[in-house]
């Protein structure tokens, strides 16, 4: 799971990351990529501490559910779904326009071509 969210949003940063950095400026974009490189690594770190707590060896969703009752465990899921959804979808958006940037063919038909090479 984090292996697929980690690629799809790498995946989406290649289409996006030209784009921000043409439109905020270097030094702007750069700070701004640093500042999300740092929470991501404090977010990813306090996981792992909390796995190293807890001496198991669980995804996110289970540990919130062993730990922090059915309730939470099912908002975790609902959440981690969600996340991962939204990235699909920035990612055939990005995918869609790159596509129709680079062939000369619609935006519908650089979505469908996109969405056949994926399936692929």
């Known amino acids: 799971m984090m292996g697929m969210l980690a690629a799809t949003t790498v995946g989406a940063g290649i289409f996006a990351l030209p784009w921000v950095f043409h439109n905020a ?5 750069t700070g701004w990529l640093l500042a999300i490189a740092a929470l991501m690594i ?7 501490r909390t796995l190293a707590a ?5 995804r996110l969703v289970g540990l919130a559910r ?4 059915r309730e939470w465990g099912v908002l975790t899921l609902i959440g981690v779904m969600g996340g991962v959804m939204f990235a699909l979808v920035v990612y055939l958006i990005l995918a869609q326009r790159f596509l129709a940037i680079l062939l000369p063919i619609s935006s519908i ?4 071509l996109f969405w ?3 399936i692929l």
Do not use: H, K, N
């Not at 400026?25 to 974009?29: I, K």
């Open 66 to 69: 062993d730990r922090l009752g």
């Open 116 to 118: 056949a090479l994926a």
């Open 109 to 112: 038909s650089a979505l469908i």
């Open 54 to 58: 807890v001496g198991e060896r669980q």
């Open 42 to 48: 404090f977010a990813g770190y306090s996981y792992w």
């Open 25 to 29: 400026g270097w030094l702007r974009a």
